[in-house]
């Protein structure tokens, strides 16, 4: 069984419709192996090499059994609390392959999920990226994330998936402090995309999608005093984020509200204390104080370079006019 899975035939192709379910069949018992219970089997090079020929198949079928039941295991092991940064069972060239496929999949439905898989395990640690014997920087890899998201905006997945990677990587870039004014362009590019995907026109998965990027990336571009995006950049990340805070689904408005939750407690407590006195001592715009509840009281949270009364009154009018862009 094994030979057969780890040879990979491409001739096995044109065998005929039965061959793709035996094949997958195949696949199921080698996941077990080597993913879903690698301790009970022993071997470790050939499992190691077993899961090497399921993400390698020519078969898409095969690769994406086998992508699902990677993130299926990654998923397990969160909610078990059993987090490693690098799994036992996954090596250095399973997590190479990954990366590769990020980068030569074909198959929309295997590039969206071995993106999902990427998100968890660089969630978990920095990722080594490699395209074949080449290691990609991170400025590549946004690159390549940001041309799949806007490629495939009409795939619900595979934008999400990118979308979300490209956005653990834009935290990773500003983390390091980098200067460079190609990744800066890039970093703006993101803002622009995320800012896209918040019309009331995207599907409901998109806007719950982008909520939790803008609540993750919250404390490192939204609330930053050093705006690393930029004045207007960051301003238009508020604005979209406000703009999910008064979206009519229930489920993306609680998801953005938990933006409340990132915001450091000194911060949140001196606006939680403003909001029931009544008190602006941000701003001298009346304006502000016709806000909306939560919208004032995230506001109150804005880094010192954004407190000023231009913005909140565009804010304001941005309230009156929601389709506004």
Known sequence: MASELITSDPSLALLGPGTTQYLLSLAQVGLSACVRFPDRWGGFEQRKQLLDSLLRS?????RELALE?????????EEEEEIQRSPLWLDETAVSDLTNMAVHETHQQC????????????????????NGAKTLSQKEVLMHL???????????DLLSAALTLASQLVVELVSSDHQDPAVVAYLVQWGALVCSCCGEEQPVEVKLMVAKVLVTCSSSLMTNPHLPLGFPATVSLWRSLFTLLQDEDQDVRDSASDFTSRVPAHLLSKAS????????????????????????????????????????ESLHHRMLSPNMT
């Open 58 to 62: 020519p078969q898409y079928e095969v």
């Open 69 to 77: 039941g990677i993130l299926r295991k990654l998923h397990e092991e």
């Open 111 to 130: 590039l969206a999920k071995v993106l999902q898989v990427l998100c968890v395990l660089n969630s978990r640690g920095e990722l080594s990226w490699k």
């Open 146 to 156: 940001l041309t799949l998201a806007q490629n495939f905006t009409h795939s619900v």
């Open 273 to 312: 204390q403003k909001l029931h006195e009544g008190t602006d001592t941000l701003t001298a715009a009346q304006t502000h104080k016709q806000l909306p509840a939560r919208i004032r009281l995230v506001s109150y949270t804005f880094p010192a370079p954004l407190q000023t009364p231009t913005l909140y």
